[in-house]
């Protein structure tokens, strides 16, 4: 798969798992993407979670896609970087997949909305392909 077939996937697909580490035990929990394209794998959360924190201490995390429909699954690994941006949040909160990111802005549920609401991006991510044909070969990374 090329760079561009693999952020159509995840586009496509927008719900992922995400890895990091706390100490040295791993946590994996779903979340859902924005967007994934040159720019990046962009995702956001709150930085009163403890995903925030885990990332915070260390930024190294892998994500994985799936499309159940075609069998096929791409994980990515490298690291975020924190996109300290209000207009992207805006941006974010206006979209119409994220009419509850705009009641949590409108409604003051986050004390501070542009401090509290946070966005990452994992950008030179390394991904790796999967599937059932592919189960035994070599693993093959491809550069994002």
Known sequence: MTGQEIFALMNSNPAFFLATVEGDQPRGRGMLLYKADEEGIVFHTGTMKDVYKQIMNNPKVEVCF?????????????????????????????????????????????????????????????????TMETNFAPKEEVSL
């Not at 300290?84 to 509850?100: G, V, W, Y």
């Not at 003051?108 to 509290?116: I, M, N, P, S």
């Open 66 to 130: 799936n499309d159940f429909g075609k069998g096929i699954q791409v994980r990515v690994h490298g690291s975020l970087e924190l996109v300290d941006d209000n207009a992207l949040k805006d941006e974010i909160s206006k979209h119409p997949t994220r009419q509850f990111v705009k009641d949590w802005k409108e409604s003051g549920a986050l004390e501070d909305f542009y401090r509290t609401f946070v966005v990452f991006r994992l950008k030179n991510g390394l991904a790796t392909i999967w």
